[in-house]
C-alpha cells in the first residue's frame, strides 16, 4: 500500500514517516526543499518501502508526474498532505507566500488525484482557522471561524476545497487541526529561536511581546499518534479532528526561562510589548480535544513536558 | 463618497447600484463582462455618480490601476465584493473556474486595496459555505463548514482571506451568506432555465432531479435590502449574516408549475430521478435568519411571493 506524504521533508511528516514504514506501508515523500531538508530524511535512505521525490506540489505537472510514476508502483492508499508554508510571520507579510505553499498545493494535488482511487485523503489543517475566539473553548463545532493569518486563512480555505473534493471525486478526507507541535526536526518555532538566539548571544534573549502569552503544545510524537488513531476509527467521509494537550498550556515567559536554562542559564530574558508576537498571533487559545479523546487517545506528555523534551532535542540539533 | 462594485455589471449589482445611487453615493462598477452584461448597465449610464470600467478583477495590474483612478474622484468608502462564477454546476466540473472567477478576484482585491483608506469591504458570501447540514437550523455559529461545490469552498476561502485581511489591512468587513436569490435581470438559475427550455418547447418540461428538492428563495430587492441594513447597523470589525427568507421554501416541481402556468399551461412537466439536481447541489437545507431579523429586517416576499414575481419579472425579459 503507497502512501504519499506531501511536504515530506518537513517537520512533522519525520516522525509521521516513520511511523508509516513502521506500520509496513510503502512511503513516497513528495517536497519541494524550500522549508523541508534533504538531511531530515537520510535516516530513511536504507529503508526498501521509502522513496523521495523532490517535486513541487503547487506545480501541477510536476504533481501528476509525480503520482502517476508512484502507481506504478502499487495502489496509491493514503495521501498525507503536510506541504504547506509554515512561516507565519513571513506570510503575514505577503500574502503570496501561503497563497503559493498552502493553498495551491491543496488545490494542485486535489485536481492531480481525480480519477486516482485514493482511499484517504489526510490533511494537516490548524487550529489557526478558528482564530482568536477569546475565552471560549473552542469545540470543532463553533462557528464563524475568523482567521486572523493568511497562514490560517489558507488552512480553512484548503479544508474548504478537500470538503467538495469529496463531492465530487474523493472517498474519504480527514483535516487534523493542529495545535503548537514541538519536536526534532525542527526548521521553525519559537524554541528554535531561543536556542538560535541564545546560542548567538548567551548574554541576553529578547522575547517578541511580553511573554504572557500562553498557548498550549503537542509533542511531535503524540500528534503522529493521535493522527493514526484518528486514520484507524474514522469512517465519516469527511472528518474534523482538533488534535492538542489537554491542558491549558504554557506562557512564552516560561519558555524562554527553560531554554535559557538548558542553553545559557546566566542569559538576562527582556520582553517587549504587548500579547501578540506578530500580526496573526493568537494570543490566548483555549482548545476543546475531547472529540479525538473520545476516541480512546490522550497525549503522553503535557505542554510542559512537551516543551521539556523538545528544548532538549532542539539544543542537541543544534549542538548547543 | 465612492462605492466600487465589482461583477457590477451582474444580477445582484443591478439593484444595488439602483439603491446606493439613490443613496447618494457615487458607483463605480468593475466587470469582466463574462457573465455580467452590459446592457444591466444602460439604466445608469445617464446618472452622473455612476461609472463603469471593464476590467477582470483577478487581474492584479488592472485592478491597481482601476483602484487608483477610482481614487482620483475622491476617497474609496465602500468595497462591495459581488464578482464571482455565479453557475455553479460548471464550477463542479472543472475547478478552475471557481478559483479564478471567486477566490483570485478576492485574493487579487484584496491585495489591491491595502494602504486605501476603505472603510467597509463587503462580500457577497453564500449559504453553499455550509454544505448539506441535514435537518439542522443553519446559524451563523455553527460548524464544521463543509461545503459541496467548488463554488461554496471558494466563498468560504474567501471569507477566510477577508478575515485575516482584517488583521492586517482592513477596517471593517461583512460577509453576507445570501440564499437562493431570485428576480431580474437573470442571468442564470432555475426560473430562467425553465422559462428557455418552455419557450424552446411549450409541450415539454424536463426537470433535472424528481422536483422534491426543497428550497427558500428570496427576491433581490429584499435581499438588498437587508445588505444595506446590515451596513447600516454593524460595527464589528468582521460579521458573518445569513440572508434569508423565514419560510421553508417551495419544491422545484411547485417553481416547475408555475413557470409552465405563465409561460406555457399546456407543458407536461417531466421529472428524473433523485433529489440532487447536480454534484454540489443541496437538496434540502433549514436556514436561520434570527441575527439579521434581530436587526429589525424581513423580507417584504416570502418565498412563494418572490418566485412568483420573478417568474413575471423573467418571462417578460425573456418576451415570453
Redesign the interface.
Given at each position: 500500500m503507497i502512501n504519499i506524504v506531501t511536504g515530506g521533508a518537513g517537520f512533522i511528516a519525520n516522525t509521521l514517516i516513520d511511523r508509516l514504514l513502521e506500520q509496513g506501508r510503502r512511503v513516497v515523500a513528495f517536497d519541494n526543499l524550500k522549508l523541508g531538508r534533504l538531511e531530515n530524511l537520510s535516516r530513511f535512505y536504507s529503508h526498501p518501502g521509502f522513496q523521495f521525490v523532490q517535486i513541487d506540489v503547487a506545480s501541477p505537472l510536476s504533481v501528476c508526474k509525480a503520482l502517476e510514476d508512484a502507481s506504478n508502483l502499487g495502489p496509491i492508499d493514503e495521501i498525507w498532505h503536510l506541504a504547506a508554508n509554515s512561516d507565519i510571520p513571513s506570510g503575514?507579510a505577503n500574502?503570496d507566500i501561503d497563497?503559493r505553499d498552502t493553498?495551491l498545493t491543496t488545490?494542485e494535488l486535489?485536481?492531480a488525484i481525480k480519477g486516482l482511487p485514493v482511499k484517504r485523503f489526510l490533511f494537516a489543517s490548524s487550529s489557526a482557522?478558528y482564530?482568536d475566539q477569546g475565552e471560549i473553548a473552542i469545540?470543532?463545532?463553533?462557528?464563524?471561524?475568523?482567521?486572523?493569518?493568511?497562514y490560517?486563512?489558507?488552512k480553512?480555505?484548503s479544508?474548504?476545497?478537500i470538503?467538495?473534493a469529496?463531492?465530487?471525486h474523493l472517498s474519504r478526507a480527514i483535516c487534523f487541526r493542529f495545535p503548537n507541535v514541538v519536536g526534532v526536526p525542527a526548521t521553525h518555532g519559537v524554541i528554535l529561536d531561543f536556542v538560535r538566539k541564545l546560542m548567538a548571544n548567551p548574554d541576553e534573549l529578547h522575547v517578541l511581546g511580553d511573554g504572557t502569552q500562553q498557548k498550549a503544545y503537542l509533542h511531535v510524537s503524540d500528534l503522529v499518534d493521535a493522527m493514526l488513531k484518528i486514520r484507524d476509527l474514522t469512517e465519516d467521509k469527511?472528518a474534523?479532528f482538533n488534535i492538542g494537550p489537554v491542558d491549558e498550556g504554557v506562557t512564552v515567559r516560561w519558555i524562554a526561562e527553560r531554554v535559557a536554562d538548558r542553553v545559557s542559564p546566566s542569559a538576562r530574558i527582556l520582553f517587549g510589548e504587548g500579547n501578540k508576537g506578530w500580526?496573526?498571533d493568537v494570543p490566548k487559545f483555549k482548545y476543546s480535544t475531547e472529540k479525538v479523546r473520545s476516541l480512546g487517545w490522550s497525549p503522553v506528555l503535557g505542554s510542559q513536558a512537551a516543551i521539556l523534551r523538545a528544548i532538549d532535542e532542539i539544543a542537541c540539533q543544534q549542538g548547543a
Amino acid at each position: 500500500m503507497i502512501n504519499i506524504v506531501t511536504g515530506g521533508a518537513g517537520f512533522i511528516a519525520n516522525t509521521l514517516i516513520d511511523r508509516l514504514l513502521e506500520q509496513g506501508r510503502r512511503v513516497v515523500a513528495f517536497d519541494n526543499l524550500k522549508l523541508g531538508r534533504l538531511e531530515n530524511l537520510s535516516r530513511f535512505y536504507s529503508h526498501p518501502g521509502f522513496q523521495f521525490v523532490q517535486i513541487d506540489v503547487a506545480s501541477p505537472l510536476s504533481v501528476c508526474k509525480a503520482l502517476e510514476d508512484a502507481s506504478n508502483l502499487g495502489p496509491i492508499d493514503e495521501i498525507w498532505h503536510l506541504a504547506a508554508n509554515s512561516d507565519i510571520p513571513s506570510g503575514v507579510a505577503n500574502p503570496d507566500i501561503d497563497f503559493r505553499d498552502t493553498f495551491l498545493t491543496t488545490f494542485e494535488l486535489l485536481k492531480a488525484i481525480k480519477g486516482l482511487p485514493v482511499k484517504r485523503f489526510l490533511f494537516a489543517s490548524s487550529s489557526a482557522i478558528y482564530g482568536d475566539q477569546g475565552e471560549i473553548a473552542i469545540h470543532e463545532n463553533i462557528g464563524p471561524l475568523f482567521p486572523i493569518s493568511n497562514y490560517g486563512a489558507m488552512k480553512l480555505a484548503s479544508e474548504a476545497q478537500i470538503s467538495a473534493a469529496v463531492e465530487s471525486h474523493l472517498s474519504r478526507a480527514i483535516c487534523f487541526r493542529f495545535p503548537n507541535v514541538v519536536g526534532v526536526p525542527a526548521t521553525h518555532g519559537v524554541i528554535l529561536d531561543f536556542v538560535r538566539k541564545l546560542m548567538a548571544n548567551p548574554d541576553e534573549l529578547h522575547v517578541l511581546g511580553d511573554g504572557t502569552q500562553q498557548k498550549a503544545y503537542l509533542h511531535v510524537s503524540d500528534l503522529v499518534d493521535a493522527m493514526l488513531k484518528i486514520r484507524d476509527l474514522t469512517e465519516d467521509k469527511r472528518a474534523v479532528f482538533n488534535i492538542g494537550p489537554v491542558d491549558e498550556g504554557v506562557t512564552v515567559r516560561w519558555i524562554a526561562e527553560r531554554v535559557a536554562d538548558r542553553v545559557s542559564p546566566s542569559a538576562r530574558i527582556l520582553f517587549g510589548e504587548g500579547n501578540k508576537g506578530w500580526v496573526g498571533d493568537v494570543p490566548k487559545f483555549k482548545y476543546s480535544t475531547e472529540k479525538v479523546r473520545s476516541l480512546g487517545w490522550s497525549p503522553v506528555l503535557g505542554s510542559q513536558a512537551a516543551i521539556l523534551r523538545a528544548i532538549d532535542e532542539i539544543a542537541c540539533q543544534q549542538g548547543a
